[in-house]
């Protein structure tokens, strides 16, 4: 299984780069998001890889940030979506907007991607609204592999999505000082509620 490559980026387009490793190119099926951050022909780079085969098939998933891949990997747990939808997902809309999208239970939101239609997007919103945040996961805000404890979580969460640090620190101990069982979905949901965004 391959992690990440590392190497010379030989070309890039839309949705595909070639990454040179000591002479051997890879074909990376990339997101708009990853294809942003490429340097120039030529240059050094390293992508993280999700690695996904099928009887038929193999293919190369790349991401220029462990959040993002950590997205993708949440993405590709809901039922219907494979990973070439994932990439697409992630193509459509940005990380921060996808992620309040699903929290909030915006279906109208995810439904405007390309190829997402209500059904898929209502599918989305019921699978990963409580587990986009789980902390007992990679971190889809900051990329920590290891798991973080729920305020951390939840205030990177809502920085993630535009709030400032002190506010999201605050709203945060304001809300689980109300339910100290409540997971970081909950709390997100319920911070976005208060700051009316």
Do not use: W
Not at 94 to 103: C, K, R
Not at 122 to 141: C, G, N, Y
Not at 147 to 159: F, Q
Request: charged letters at 25%; aromatic letters at 4%; a neutral charge.
């Amino acid at each position: 299984m391959i992690s990440y490559l590392s190497g010379k980026l030989a070309s890039k387009r839309e949705n595909e780069c070639i990454i040179d490793v000591q002479g051997v190119g890879y074909g990376v099926e990339i997101s708009s998001q990853t294809l942003g951050t490429l340097p120039a022909a030529g240059e050094p780079i390293k992508l993280l890889i999700y690695h996904h085969f099928t009887e038929s098939d193999q293919r190369l998933f790349g991401f220029a940030t462990q959040k993002e891949k950590n997205l993708f990997e949440r993405l590709i747990t809901v039922k219907g979506i494979g990973p070439k939808l994932g990439l697409t997902i992630l193509s459509g809309m940005q990380a921060a907007a996808l992620m309040e999208a699903i929290v909030t239970q915006n279906t109208v939101a995810l439904s405007g991607i390309s190829g997402i239609g209500k059904k898929t997007a209502e599918r989305m919103v019921l699978e990963l609204k409580d587990k986009l945040f789980d902390e007992s996961q990679p971190s889809v805000v900051s990329g920590d592999i290891d798991g973080r404890s729920r305020h951390e979580e939840a205030a990177s969460a809502l920085e993630a999505l535009g709030f400032s640090k002190r506010d999201s620190a605050q709203m945060v101990n304001q809300i689980a000082g109300k339910n100290p069982t409540a997971t970081v979905s909950e709390i997100v949901k319920q911070a976005l509620t208060q700051l009316k965004r």
